[in-house]
């Protein structure tokens, strides 16, 4: 994967040097995933809201997705503010009738949800406006990665009736599909648990499918928040020699990102690893307090 990253980074970089009304907004976008893979944060951000002006003729694809990916950088450093703002004002300002602004928008403020710890905005009237959108696609079933952001929208917003009309709907339609039946249908209920809290049943059932996300559809940065879904899950229910692989490898990935640090620093206090979680939870705070020091001094 780091291989491909570089090499889109490479041909992203290239079609940046074309003059700037032949520029390409997917190359801004190749670069963005190479940066996100190994957690460049700054440089993504000066990356992509450097070129951030040439989206504005695009479609609302182009335009709400390439903000998503801005977004994702804020989130890694622990701006919520301004992951909120880039919300509000480009990731569900257009086209929101449309699948692909509806999965954006859902799995933005899925990934808020779960790193938020002070929680300074209360995001339940904007799971309300995504649920509403959704609503009327629950048995489309055009796409699994669709169909689970739906389905976890729906859970975040309370809407108890849906959700299981569309796991029913889900089920039906999983007949028809290997894939879907073995990974699609149990990380469906999975994630369904975790969004409403449920940990025990949703570790259950994620378990054994996290080794297949692929065959969910969607790219690495996309079919991330099942893998920070189910880190959650492990870390609530007390799973953490389970855990540790997995965070040491985000932390080790990403290394100046410290909600990574943060969890793995709760690791290595569940592991009874005290002196270690201790030193990484000092870490964690200087590398968050270098980014609170950077968005002062850069305000986007």
């Known amino acids: 994967p780091n291989e491909v990253g570089c090499e889109a980074g490479r041909l992203g970089r290239e079609g940046t040097l074309l003059a700037p009304g032949e520029q390409d907004p997917w190359a801004h976008h190749a670069v963005a995933h190479c940066m996100e893979m190994t957690g460049r944060l700054d440089e993504g951000v000066r990356w992509l809201e450097g070129h951030s ?3 504005e003729g695009c479609n609302s694809f182009m335009y709400t997705h390439n903000w998503w990916h801005v977004a994702l950088f804020y989130l890694d450093k622990d701006h919520e503010d301004k992951v909120i703002d880039i919300y509000d004002r480009r990731v569900w300002a257009k086209a929101r009738e449309t699948a692909q602004t509806q999965i954006g928008a859902a799995s933005l403020l899925w990934r808020l949800d779960m790193r938020r ?3 300074k905005q209360d995001l339940t009237s904007r799971w309300d406006e ?3 959108h959704v609503s009327p ?6 796409q699994p990665l669709l169909d689970l952001h739906y389905l976890y929208a729906l859970a975040k917003a309370g809407r108890t009736e849906r959700v299981q009309e569309m796991l029913l709907s889900m089920e039906e339609n999983a007949k028809y599909s290997r894939a879907q039946k073995e990974v699609t249908k149990p990380l469906a209920h999975g994630i369904v648990a975790q969004a409403t809290g449920s940990y025990g049943p949703a570790y259950t059932h994620m378990e054994s499918v996290m080794g297949r996300l692929k065959e969910v559809g969607g790219s690495d940065a996309q079919l991330d928040i099942f893998g920070m879904t189910y880190l959650d899950v492990l870390l609530h229910t007390g799973h953490y020699d389970m855990a540790k692989p997995i965070v040491e490898q985000r932390a080790q990935q990403r290394p100046y990102t410290p909600v990574h640090l943060r ?3 709760l690791t290595l206090s569940g592991l009874g690893q005290n002196d270690r979680a201790c030193e990484i939870r000092t870490r964690a705070e200087r590398v968050g307090m270098c980014h609170l020091e950077t968005c002062q ?3 986007a």
């Open 130 to 132: 995504v649920a509403d």
């Open 117 to 119: 710890e002070g929680k």
């Open 263 to 265: 969890q793995l620093c």
């Open 137 to 142: 696609h629950i048995k489309e079933h055009l």
């Open 297 to 299: 001094s850069h305000p």
């Open 53 to 55: 002006d040439r989206w």
